[in-house]
Nanobody, 120 residues
Framework: QVQLVESGGGLVQAGGSLRLSCAAS????????MGWYRQPPGKQRELVAA???????NYADSLQGRFTISRDNAKSTVYLQMNRLKAEDAGVYYC??????????????WGQGTQVTVSS
């Protein structure tokens, strides 16, 4: 059982930056992809960014290069650097990980979420 704990959310002015962290309770070497989802108020949860074990990344088209996902396997932590924040980036951000158990079992884990509020 992998526990994911997000931190770094909060209130920021439009145009500002935040860095979210997702700390796993154990090694993330077997967790891929890992990523961030967000759920804006009144909307469905959507993918923001994902990163593979080798470091390949994938982002939602709407981000236009403003966010960067990274992972530090030694610290069992995934980060989301968010720059030039907009009002539409507000929502609850969830960390996600798929852990692979040999040979072919994939188990999904979610964090409890961290709130991001963007003021205009």
């Amino acid at each position: 059982q992998v526990q994911l704990v997000e931190s770094g959310g909060g209130l920021v002015q439009a145009g500002g930056s935040l860095r979210l962290s997702c700390a796993a309770s154990e090694s993330i070497d077997s967790c891929y992809p890992m990523g961030w989802y967000r759920q804006p108020p009144g909307k469905q949860r959507e993918l923001v960014a994902a990163i593979t074990r080798s470091g390949s990344t994938n982002y939602a088209d709407s981000l236009q290069g403003r966010f960067t996902i990274s992972r530090d396997n030694a610290k069992s932590t995934v980060y989301l650097q968010m720059n030039r924040l907009k009002a539409e980036d507000a929502g609850v951000y969830y960390c996600y990980a798929k852990r692979w158990v040999p040979p072919t079992i994939g188990i999904n884990y979610w964090g409890q979420g961290t709130q991001v509020t963007v003021s205009s």
